[in-house]
Each structure stands twice: as structure tokens, then as C-alpha cells.
């Protein structure tokens, strides 16, 4: 199947740090969908991307659609310690509407 | 409020046995999914459903079952066959196949 590439895998950064997450594949994607999941908790939807070079933002988080549609970019401003979680990428590719996921990015945030 | 509610929050099963999780959603969504997440690991499609009294296999079918006799509800059945389903386990639901999933909040599933 279609892999997902998500790094860093983990990142340790202090309050009020910038943060930046990428996710790369090697098929073309149609869309892109970036989730965070809390300890104990099924994920929710942060930002969906739906076309190449797009650019959106929810508040602190902004996203990235790849020109190549390769890749996305996950960024977040001014980091609190509620931004504590595991950040996942997704997309459905190809023929498929099924998105497949990547590992994941664990974020500590130390106050 | 509109959700997806899945249940137990933990189950615990003894070797051999089948169990069944629940996910109910009130979102009048047509498409509904079961994933299995393990530690470090993506989220890996077991089996979905795009319509009421269908569904198909995902990735790893293997050792489980589901049915689709309600459109609101997409009930998991572990069975003896799955020789290691200690995992945590997130139901989904979209409103369409085409649109973004919203997931429960798992059940997480332990072998005695």
C-alpha cells in the first residue's frame, strides 16, 4: 500500500517555541488531513487540505498542501502546553477515498 | 450534541473468546470505519462500511467482523481467531466516503 512519512517522529520544545511537522509519500494526494489525538482519546480533524499549494490556518495551526502533492507541512505558533499530543497526517490517494495515515508526531511542550 | 460514542472505554478479554465494541454515531453519517491503533504506529484500517448492510475489508481484516444492520451503528467483533488484539481500538464515522472521518473516543481492549 501507500506510504505516509511523518517527521520528526517526537519533538521536546519549550513553551512558547514554533513548531513545524511535515508529512511526504510517494503517491499524489488529493487531499491532506492533519488530526492531533490526546492521550486516551480518538484524534480530531485539525485542518483539511484540498488542493495543491493550498495554505490554512485554525488559529495557531497552519497547513500546507504541497505543490507536488507530495507533501504537506503542519506548523504551530506560540506553543502552550495543551498543544501536548500525537500529530497525524492523511490522505486518500490515487483511486482509493480511504485515507491512510501516517506514525504520528508526539509534541511535549514543557512549560 | 451530535458524536460518535463508543463502548466500554476498556474491555478485557479472556484467550479464546469473542468480544464486541460498540459504536453508535447521531451524526446521520453514511460512511462509518474501524481502525486498530498499537503504540507508535499509524491508524490501520480493519473494515468499513459506506452504506447500511454493506461493508468491506481494510488492511487488516483478519480475525475480526462487523455488521450494518443500522445506520447508525457499526458494532466490532474481536474473535478468538485474532491472536493478538490487545490494542485501542477508534471507530470513525464521515458524512460521505468522500469527506474527513470523525473518530470516537476507542476502546481499548486487553487480554486477561
Known amino acids: 500500500g501507500q506510504q505516509l512519512n511523518q517527521s520528526p517522529q517526537s519533538m521536546f520544545i519549550q513553551e512558547g517555541e514554533d513548531v513545524s511537522m511535515n508529512c511526504t509519500s510517494s503517491?499524489?494526494?488529493?487531499?491532506w488531513l492533519w488530526y492531533k489525538q490526546d492521550p486516551g482519546e480518538g484524534p480530531v480533524l485539525l485542518i483539511a487540505l484540498y488542493k495543491a499549494g493550498e495554505l490554512t490556518s485554525n488559529g495557531r495551526l497552519t497547513a500546507q498542501f504541497g505543490i507536488t502533492r507530495k507533501d504537506s507541512f503542519l506548523n504551530i505558533s506560540a506553543s502552550i502546553p495543551s498543544d501536548v499530543g500525537i500529530y497525524f497526517c492523511?490522505?486518500?490517494?490515487?483511486?482509493?477515498?480511504?485515507?491512510?495515515f501516517g506514525r504520528g508526531t508526539s509534541l511535549i511542550v514543557h512549560p | 450534541d451530535g458524536g460518535i460514542t463508543q463502548s466500554p472505554k476498556y474491555l478485557f478479554r479472556k484467550e479464546g473468546q469473542n468480544v464486541t465494541l460498540s459504536c453508535e454515531q447521531n451524526l446521520n453519517h453514511d460512511a462509518m470505519y474501524w481502525y486498530r491503533q498499537d503504540p507508535g504506529q499509524g491508524l490501520r484500517l480493519i473494515y468499513y462500511?459506506?452504506?447500511?448492510?454493506?461493508?468491506q475489508k481494510g488492511d487488516i481484516a483478519e480475525g475480526y467482523s462487523v455488521s450494518r444492520e443500522k445506520k447508525e451503528s457499526f458494532p466490532l467483533t474481536v474473535t478468538s481467531a485474532q491472536k493478538n488484539p490487545t490494542a485501542f481500538y477508534l471507530c470513525?464515522?464521515?458524512?460521505?466516503?468522500?469527506?474527513?472521518?470523525?473518530f470516537g473516543d476507542g476502546t481499548r481492549l486487553s487480554i486477561l
Open positions: 462500511s459506506q452504506i447500511v448492510n454493506d461493508f
Open positions: 503517491s499524489i494526494f488529493n487531499t
Open positions: 470513525a464515522s464521515s458524512r460521505d466516503r468522500y469527506q474527513p472521518q470523525h
Open positions: 492523511a490522505g486518500p490517494s490515487g483511486g482509493s477515498y480511504i485515507p491512510t
